[in-house]
């Protein structure tokens, strides 16, 4: 690539060659740089500082300070909501900026980045919130002697809490908030494509009056990356990416039994019963599937229909793809903008070419826009006659590229749904709500939508097998934040009405 140069003159977010640890604005330890590349133009559009292992020191051992002397983990949890008030408040201040960064650091619509930082916004409000609802502290009769049991619920610890690159706005709330509220100590890890969220949090988390070290924000590749794992200042890894790396996390924290949630990848299935019009389901998972530019890991890219309804899918589909109009996300005409990287196109065009070897239909797309000269765009791809064991029907894509698989019937159709080492996102297509629930208790996933993609992170957010061990959003995110503790006590103390 020929030399970069910045595609704004100012970046929304200062600091860009400091770290935010204990506090304050840090020094790194060494002169290294990370270039973000906007994938609209190929060129740069940030430099931020990389940290090296004696930053993740640096910021473990202030998040480790500030959680063994507090006063954040020994304030009411009432006490706490109140700053996840202001941080919110403050976020939807800056929804403007955070929502410019994302764009030009990931490709997203601006549209969409929009209405996405306003939600990430009110999830800040909603853990508040249960600082009123939440049983902290539940009331027992002991089995074996005492007068009374408290299961009392406490704070985790120091969270490393390492984000993606497709969605860092959404994955820094919904590890960020739930760690605060249950008094828990954060090192936020920022992906090196896409730091500019992060840096704002901090801005921010500054701004509120966050108490020194109770959140710290780093920028580091992913073989730096593994010393936050590894520290043992750190009780808990909260990281969202592929499971691969999950697979890494998990045996690195087995050996000193450290805790961690992990929300990977999903290689979700549509499954589009005989009652449904296929016009409708290939107009309900078109659209979706563009979203991101296909970047999502609940992405619903597996679709399972009956044989004798299978090419008028494949037609419908392809059809309603060829109608998606790439280009530059900041201009509204733009239906899905490039994905997030040259290794990211580099890997869907492989993968469709394997398609093509392994005697899949390529009904759509698969080349880039013939419009675009510029940028790492792909064009929504669909293909037919897809077998559930080819390379296309196994591996996640993470692109705009859906593949359609055949079924002999709906019993079928649920096999092959559930014939994959993810289990994240399905959704079923039927105009029967009783069916549809019967085939959403039959599917392996964390979530089951129904006649459209879904996702409530309001609910609960996760996946079965190989799509991550535990959960994230609403009580359920809470839960991985906290310690149970039994207390068994001889009196009822003051507090115990």
């Known amino acids: 690539m020929t030399e970069a140069t910045s595609t704004r003159d100012q970046l929304p977010y200062g600091n860009a060659d400091r770290f935010f640890i204990g506090g304050e604005w840090v020094r790194p330890s060494s002169d290294a740089t990370i270039e973000v590349i906007a994938p609209a133009t190929e060129l740069r559009y940030a430099r931020v500082a990389e940290a090296q292992e004696a930053d993740v020191q640096r910021a473990v051992a202030a998040a480790r300070k500030a959680f063994d002397h507090g006063p954040w983990p020994f304030m009411s949890h009432a006490e706490r909501a ?16 955070v929502a410019e960064v994302w764009s030009h650091e990931v490709g ?95 801005e921010i988390a500054q701004k509120v009056g966050l108490p020194p070290g109770v959140l710290n924000v780093i920028t580091a590749d992913r073989g730096v990356s593994e010393a936050l794992v590894r520290d043992p200042g750190v009780d808990k890894i909260s990281f969202t990416g592929s499971s691969a790396v999950g697979r890494r996390i998990a045996s690195i924290l087995g050996d000193r039994i450290g805790r961690y949630t992990l929300e990977l990848g999903g290689k979700s299935a549509a499954v589009v019963l005989d009652d449904y019009d296929v016009g409708q389901a290939a107009e309900a998972i078109a659209g979706p599937a563009c979203i991101m530019s296909g970047q999502a890991c609940s992405s619903l890219t597996r679709i399972v229909v009956t044989r004798k309804r299978h090419d008028q899918l494949v037609e419908a589909l392809a059809s309603g793809f060829g109608k998606m109009r790439p280009g530059d996300p900041f201009d509204p005409a733009s239906q899905l903008g490039p994905v997030a990287m040259r290794r990211q196109r580099d890997r869907i ?51 705009p590229v859906l593949s359609v698989i055949p079924a002999d019937d709906e019993a079928h159709a649920i096999e092959i749904a559930n014939d994959t080492v993810y289990g994240l996102n399905n959704s079923v297509f039927t105009h029967d709500p009783d069916r549809a ?61």
């Open 437 to 497: 629930y019967a085939v959403a208790r039959r599917l392996r996933s964390g979530t089951v939508g129904h006649n459209v993609f879904r996702s409530d992170f309001s609910i609960c957010f996760g996946g079965f097998k190989q799509s991550g061990i535990g959960r994230e959003g609403g009580v359920e995110g809470l839960l991985p934040y906290l310690e149970a503790k039994a207390i068994i006590l001889d009196a009822l103390p003051a507090h115990v009405k």
């Open 349 to 399: 065009e492989s993968l469709v070419a394997k398609g093509k070897e392994e005697g899949a239909t390529l009904a759509a797309g698969g080349s880039r826009p013939a419009h675009l000269e510029r940028g790492f765009y792909v064009a929504p791809t669909v293909f037919g006659n897809v077998d559930n064991h080819s390379t296309l029907g196994r591996e996640e894509i993470f692109g």
């Open 82 to 97: 109140d700053y996840l008030r202001a941080i919110g408040q403050a976020l939807r201040e800056r929804a403007g900026d």
């Open 108 to 202: 997203i619509l601006h549209s969409l980045a929009q209405l996405y930082t306003s939600a990430a916004s009110d999830f800040f409000d909603h853990y508040a919130g249960l600082a009123d609802t939440f049983q902290w502290e539940e009331r027992h009769h002991p089995a074996a002697g005492g007068a009374i049991g408290l299961l009392a619920r406490e704070p985790v610890g120091v969270v490393g809490a390492i984000i993606p690159w497709n969605a860092p706005i959404m994955m820094v709330v919904h590890k960020v908030a739930p760690a605060l509220l249950a008094g828990c100590t954060v090192v936020l890890k920022a992906s090196p494509e896409a730091p500019g969220a992060a840096y704002i949090i901090a």
